[in-house]
């Protein structure tokens, strides 16, 4: 799946429960971010970029996982909204790209909602 929603520029993104989403490790080749719910970690997401000149223009949302007794809350579309903004915040990324395992339609269905279209089975 593949995004090629710009978004707006933000380190940090609230949730209508008054959770954060920030990065974890801002390296320069991967950040990772968490989502908290009353100062316990919810759910975490990765974001690379490529280093390669060729594909300097790609990033990859990776290591997406909100435990289910925090699910239903908003914190999956939180931090891919956290992610994407990340993204943006690179002027040379045009994609950000995932991989979805087969059968999981909860998460096809959050990553479609937030701007992703299928690319590929």
């Given amino acids: 799946m593949r995004s090629r929603r710009a978004a707006p520029n933000a380190r940090r993104c609230l949730s209508p429960g008054g959770s954060l989403a920030f990065p974890l490790t801002p390296w320069h080749v ?24 060729k594909a300097r223009h790609k990033a990859t949302l990776f290591g997406m996982c909100v435990p289910t007794k925090f699910r239903c809350h908003g914190l999956g579309r939180l931090l891919v909204r956290a992610v ?7 002027s040379c990324v045009r994609i950000v790209q995932l991989t979805v395992t087969h059968g999981n339609a909860d998460a096809q269905s959050l990553y479609e909602k937030c701007g992703f279209v299928q690319h590929g089975l």
């Fill in 84 to 90: 994407l903004d990340h993204a943006a915040e690179r």
């Fill in 30 to 53: 991967r950040s990772c971010f968490g989502a908290f719910q009353d100062d316990e970690l919810a759910g975490v997401a990765g974001l690379s970029f490529e280093l390669c000149e």
